[in-house]
Each structure stands twice: as C-alpha cells, then as structure tokens.
C-alpha cells in the first residue's frame, strides 16, 4: 500500500510540474474548448493581421465600427484604430442562458468611454444598440442581423465591467468568440453579449434584442441568477430597494 501511495504521489508532482510548464498551453487549449453558439451564416471570417473581413464571395473589405445614433461626432474607426485606444485587462465569468458557466477567462479590450468620449453622445441617448457583422440564419420580425440593446449607464459602470473584447487569453478574438470585437457582460447571461459588433447606435429608448424578437422567453433584462454568480451583481441591492 506504500508503495502504491508512493506512486500515486509522484505523479501528481510529476503532473503539477507539468501543469506549472506549460500554463500557456493549457490555457490555450481551455480558450478552444470554450464551447460557441451563434445564429450567423458562416460566410465571412475576420484576419486580425491586416483588420479586413473576408467574404466568402467578395474581395474582403477593411473593418470599420461605426458609432453612431444621437452622438455629437459620429465615429467610423478602423481595427488599428480600436488597438491604439486605452486598453483594459479583466479576468471574468461567462454564463450561458443554457445553464452552464465558464470561469476565469482572460479579456482584453476597451471599456466603453474610450467610446463615448470620441463621440459626444447627446443628453437624450439612454441605450447603446449593437449591431453585428453577417447575417442570421432566421429573420426574427424581419431583422437580418444580431441585435442587442443595453442602458448606456450601465455600459459605464465600471463595477459592472462590461468590456469592448479585442483579445482572449492575450491573443486576438477567435472568429468562433466573435472576432474582431464582442462586448463581454459578466453578470448577464451571454445572449446580451453581441459577438461580431460592427455598429454602436446610441438611442433614446430601448429596443428587443435578436433572441427576445425570435423568442419571447429571452428577456429583454437579462442578470445572471444569483446563485451562478461568484461576486454579487452590483445592481442586486438597487433592484431590491
């Protein structure tokens, strides 16, 4: 039996060694098996290197983000552009509205003021709309691309750590995380997280979301349930007041 316990031991350090070594490896490796959902035709592709869109029927075309709606100076800003903004680094948790949880993942990328600060959003615009390259399989209500909409105070709050998302696991997005920028919301579940973002419409009022108008049980507020969450939602206690 000591023997056994003796062997069983120096293979865990053998295998610790190993996890130490190759950290990077490892985390490469968890970012792929990340698991992907999305509603787009699959015809178009993002290369990170020269910020074009590729199409597969077309020559491809540079990346522009457009920021636009009730703003002051309307914004169309290149992928070059986007990576010479003030960067932001978080480790946060993403939440499936499917149920399953996956924690601990390394974003980079732009906090939105770097945003608002450009554009000059006027008194009235309450919601940020994000719009998304490609085009979805269905056409809920005849919308032919994805869809979110979320307050503007909200994007703003930095305790809420909503985040522009260029990089994972300090690599640029992977087109299957949605390449070049996703928006990224830890304490909502992911289907407010639009993948692909191509467009920034600030507006005065709100507007359904891709899955709310394909299906009325995706809410148009979405928090994550609490008992999912390993830090408390910060808007908890003013929805309770």
């Given at each position: 039996?000591?023997g056994?316990?003796?062997?069983?031991?120096?293979?865990?350090?053998?295998?610790?060694?190993?996890?130490g070594?190759?950290?990077?490896e490892?985390?490469?490796?968890f970012?792929r098996?990340f698991?992907?959902r999305?509603?787009e035709?699959?015809?178009?592709?993002?290369?990170?290197?020269?910020?074009s869109?590729?199409?597969?029927?077309?020559p491809?075309?540079?990346?522009?983000?457009?920021?636009?709606?009730?703003?002051?100076?309307?914004?169309?800003?290149?992928y070059?552009?986007?990576l010479a903004?003030?960067r932001h680094e978080?480790?946060?948790?993403f939440?499936?509205?499917?149920?399953w949880s996956?924690?601990?993942?390394?974003?980079?990328?732009?906090?939105?003021?770097?945003l608002t600060?450009?554009?000059?959003?006027?008194?009235?615009?309450?919601?940020?709309v994000?719009?998304?390259?490609?085009?979805?399989?269905?056409?809920?209500?005849?919308?032919?691309?994805?869809?979110e909409?979320?307050?503007?105070?909200?994007?703003l709050?930095?305790?809420?750590?909503?985040?522009?998302?260029?990089?994972?696991?300090?690599?640029?997005?992977?087109?299957?995380?949605g390449?070049?920028?996703?928006?990224?919301?830890?304490?909502?579940l992911?289907y407010k997280?639009a993948?692909?973002?191509?467009?920034?419409?600030?507006?005065?009022?709100?507007?359904?979301?891709?899955?709310?108008?394909?299906?009325?049980?995706?809410?148009?507020?979405?928090?994550?349930?609490?008992?999912?969450?390993?830090?408390?939602?910060?808007?908890?206690s003013?929805?309770?007041?």
């Open positions: 039996m000591r056994i316990t003796r062997r069983l031991f120096l293979k865990f350090l053998a295998g610790a060694a190993v996890f070594r190759w950290a990077g490892a985390r490469a490796f970012v098996e698991p992907v999305t509603v035709i699959e015809d178009f592709g993002f290369d990170a290197a020269t910020g869109v590729t199409r597969a029927a077309g491809a075309e540079p990346y522009v983000l457009a920021v636009d709606g009730l703003v002051a100076r309307p914004q169309r800003l290149s070059a552009e986007l903004l003030p978080q480790v946060s948790d939440h499936c509205v499917e149920g996956v924690g601990d993942l390394a974003w980079g990328g732009l906090r939105l003021e770097s600060g450009l554009a000059g959003p006027l008194p009235e615009a309450r919601y940020v994000f719009h998304s390259l490609g085009r979805t399989r269905s056409r809920p209500e005849g919308l032919d691309h994805y869809v909409c979320l307050p503007l105070a909200d994007l709050d930095p305790d809420l750590a909503y985040l522009l998302a260029l990089t994972l696991a300090g690599a640029p997005l992977p087109l299957s995380h390449a070049p920028l996703r928006l990224v919301c830890p304490f909502d992911a997280g993948k692909f973002v191509a467009r920034l419409e600030f507006a005065a009022d709100p507007v359904e979301g891709w899955w709310t108008r394909a299906n009325g049980i995706y809410e148009t507020v979405a928090p994550v349930e609490p008992g999912r969450l390993r830090r408390p939602d910060p808007r908890a003013a929805r309770r007041s």
